[in-house]
Structure formats: structure tokens, C-alpha cells
């Protein structure tokens, strides 16, 4: 059965770097068959979509987090990571990560990981 | 602001049928397939709808379709356990992204 669960510091400052790993079981991450992004939700709205990877290569952003963010995956360890850049309190947010078979069909979530931005 | 539009709130009684729409443009929902995921107090979201495929597991009360420009997702016989916010969500070709609707918080009386 797969799974999916995110990792990383749950409280960052202001302008540093956000780092989240994102540990997939019960399946490969090298299929070239799925798409592994990653999903936001500030507390108390909806969610936001940051974008995707595939095993290819062929990333996907959301225009206006284009600039800050990277996904990458590490097949020796079964991983997929997000980076996102020069973080502000409004990165605050509870970040999933997700398997898709294709790029819209979010199929697969992880439980979510809650990362505050503050000083 | 949302890429795609819905109803903020809706509810309906145990039994009942309700409809939640979602509405977008030709970039998106007027060209791709939409996905509902519900989100049951704050929990990680749960695809139950993938244009009008049910994934394994979900109930086949749920039911997708799509006219146009907007998707609508039916839940025939609603039950207490189908409370939740609902988000529906597509691909948007102009944007190059997933695009996600505002979500509707479903109350059931």
C-alpha cells in the first residue's frame, strides 16, 4: 500500500530557505508513470497548488512561486523534496505532498506537515 | 483569489441529494478533466471523484459530470460522514498549473 510522508523543520525565519522531504513506501519513485508534487494550505483557507516533477525531469510551477520553489527527486533514497526560497510569514502553511497519475489527478496525499515562518 | 469558483457553503439532511458546482473557463475545466477532494476537519485531503470515475473505495453515492465550463459533483443519500469541505481542482493550460477551486464546507442538518 502506498505512502507518502513529509519531513523537515516545522518553524523557519523570515528570507531563509524552506526544506521538505517527502518519503514514498510501498511503491517506486523512479516509475515514470506518476507525477510527485506538492500542495500548501495556509491555516484556515484552501489549498494551493506548488507544483510537480516527474522522473523525466519535466517540472511544473505555480506561476507565482515559480521564481522560489524546486522539486527534486532522489531516487537512491525514494525521496522527492521542495525547496522554496526567501520564505515570508505568508509561506506559513501546512504542506502536503502527492502522487498523480497524471498531472491534475491528485491520487495519493501524504498527512501533512505544518511549517510556521517566523523570527 | 481562486482559479475556479464554489459555492462557499451548502447543506443538505441525511438522505437527501445535493450538487456542488464548480466553475472555471475554457483553459481549464472547459478542456480538462476535474477532481473533487474532501477534507474532513482539517485532515489530508481525499480524492473521491476524478471526472466521473469513482476511485476504489468511494462510495457510489458520489457522482462527477461536467457541462461546459462547469463540473458539479452529486451526493445521492447524503450521511453524517460525508461533512466536509470539498475542493475541486483541474489542470489550467494558460497557467501551466494545477488550479484549485476556494472549496465548499458541506453541513449535513
Known amino acids: 500500500q502506498l505512502q507518502l510522508q513529509e519531513s523537515g523543520p516545522g518553524l523557519v525565519k523570515p528570507s531563509e530557505t524552506l526544506s521538505l522531504t517527502c518519503t514514498v513506501s510501498?511503491?517506486?519513485?523512479?516509475?515514470?508513470?506518476?507525477?510527485w508534487g506538492w500542495i500548501r494550505q495556509p491555516p484556515g483557507k484552501g489549498l494551493e497548488w506548488i507544483g510537480s516533477?516527474?522522473?523525466?525531469?519535466?517540472?511544473y510551477y505555480y506561476p507565482s512561486l515559480k521564481s522560489r520553489a524546486t522539486i527534486s527527486i532522489d531516487t537512491s533514497k525514494n525521496q522527492f523534496s521542495l525547496r522554496l526560497n526567501s520564505v515570508t510569514a505568508t509561506d506559513t502553511a501546512v504542506y502536503y505532498c502527492?502522487?498523480?497519475?497524471?498531472?491534475?489527478?491528485?491520487?495519493?496525499w501524504g498527512q501533512g506537515t505544518l511549517v510556521t515562518v517566523s523570527s | 483569489q481562486s482559479a475556479l469558483t464554489q459555492e462557499a457553503s451548502v447543506s443538505g439532511t441525511v438522505g437527501q441529494k445535493v450538487t456542488l458546482s464548480c466553475t472555471g473557463n475554457?483553459?481549464?475545466?472547459?478542456?480538462?478533466?476535474v477532481g473533487w477532494y474532501q477534507q474532513i476537519s482539517h485532515g489530508a485531503p481525499k480524492i473521491v471523484m476524478f471526472?466521473?470515475s469513482l476511485p476504489s473505495g468511494i462510495p457510489d453515492r458520489f457522482s462527477g459530470s461536467k457541462s461546459g465550463t462547469t463540473a458539479s459533483l452529486t451526493i445521492s443519500g447524503l450521511q453524517p460522514e460525508d461533512e466536509a469541505e470539498y475542493f475541486c481542482?483541474?489542470?489550467?493550460?494558460?497557467?501551466?498549473?494545477?488550479?484549485f477551486g476556494g472549496g465548499t464546507k458541506l453541513t449535513v442538518l
Open positions: 475554457s483553459n481549464n475545466i472547459g478542456t480538462y478533466v
Open positions: 516533477t516527474d522522473y523525466s525531469g519535466s517540472s
Open positions: 481542482s483541474t489542470w489550467d493550460s494558460s497557467l501551466r498549473a494545477v488550479v
Open positions: 471526472g466521473n
Open positions: 510501498g511503491g517506486s519513485i523512479s516509475s515514470n508513470s506518476y507525477y
Open positions: 502527492a502522487r498523480s497519475p497524471s498531472r491534475q489527478e491528485l491520487k495519493n
